[in-house]
Nanobody, 112 residues
Framework: VQVVESGGGLVQSGGSLRLSCVVSGSTFRTDDIAWYRQAPGKEREWVAAISWRGEITHYTDSVKGRFTISRDNSQNMVYLQMNSLKPEDTAVYYC??????WGQGTEVIVSS
């Protein structure tokens, strides 16, 4: 199984980014998928998760109302739409597939 994130970059406070995660492997369509992030000097933290059918989503409190997780099982893709970004959202964002597989991360920098 391979997990590859993309879509990170530099954005001003209040801006938006959409992160993408492609998962190769036969288990994608039955795996829950999660996004985590790790800010400089901090531990990795869970951000959002989506069930394998996409009907259940969960978010950490700090991103509720600003981030939206979604998936397209026909394309083996998971997305994280991030709006109203804040400097404290600056981190490397990781996609986790099925609690086991991780990508290499994509960096998000939000300038104030």
């Amino acid at each position: 199984v391979q997990v590859v994130e993309s879509g990170g970059g530099l954005v001003q406070s209040g801006g938006s980014l959409r992160l993408s995660c492609v998962v190769s492997g036969s288990t994608f369509r039955t795996d829950d998928i999660a996004w985590y992030r790790q800010a400089p000097g901090k531990e990795r933290e869970w951000v959002a998760a989506i069930s394998w059918r996409g009907e259940i989503t969960h978010y950490t409190d700090s991103v509720k109302g600003r981030f939206t997780i979604s998936r397209d099982n026909s394309q083996n893709m998971v997305y994280l739409q991030m709006n109203s970004l804040k400097p404290e959202d600056t981190a490397v964002y990781y996609c986790q597939a099925g609690t086991t597989y991780w990508g290499q991360g994509t960096e998000v920098i939000v300038s104030s």
